[in-house]
């Protein structure tokens, strides 16, 4: 009995724990549930993160595609993002951007947080 409870033991231990459920989420859903996890990381005054980041950093990204630039993570280089004029495996980066939220963007996306939660 001791020997088939220990076998049956590991058995339990192998099994694998079931895959997370994922949901799909619109658009609306995605956008309203990123406010509230933004938010509820905060600033913390230092301009860390927050939604207000996120949404400045967004802001300029889209800024930055339709004014024709390529941005790519700048983080190796200290910055936001660095911009190319074409792929990064034929040039080199033009510009790094480093993106500082005014304060109308933290007041604006702090509310919209607020209201979404």
């Given at each position: 009995?001791?020997?088939?409870?220990?076998?049956?033991?590991?058995?339990?231990?192998q099994?694998?724990?079931?895959?997370p459920?994922?949901?799909?989420?619109?658009?609306?859903?995605?956008?309203t549930?990123?406010?509230?996890?933004?938010?509820?990381?905060?600033?913390?005054?230092?301009g860390?993160?927050?939604?207000s980041?996120?949404?400045?950093?967004c802001?300029?990204?889209?800024h930055?595609?339709?004014?024709?630039?390529?941005?790519?993570?700048?983080?190796?280089?200290?910055?936001?993002?660095?911009?190319?004029?074409?792929?990064?495996?034929?040039?080199?980066?033009?510009?790094?951007?480093?993106?500082?939220?005014?304060?109308?963007?933290?007041?604006?996306?702090?509310?919209?947080?607020?209201?979404?939660?």
């Amino acid at each position: 009995d001791a020997s088939r409870q220990h076998q049956q033991q590991q058995q339990q231990q192998q099994v694998p724990p079931p895959p997370p459920q994922l949901t799909a989420l619109t658009l609306d859903e995605l956008w309203t549930t990123l406010l509230v996890l933004g938010s509820s990381g905060g600033d913390g005054g230092d301009g860390g993160g927050g939604v207000s980041t996120f949404v400045a950093r967004c802001a300029a990204h889209v800024h930055f595609r339709v004014s024709g630039w390529l941005p790519r993570s700048g983080l190796q280089y200290g910055a936001d993002m660095v911009l190319y004029r074409n792929h990064p495996s034929l040039v080199h980066s033009d510009h790094c951007v480093v993106v500082q939220p005014s304060r109308d963007v933290t007041a604006a996306a702090a509310a919209a947080g607020a209201a979404a939660a």
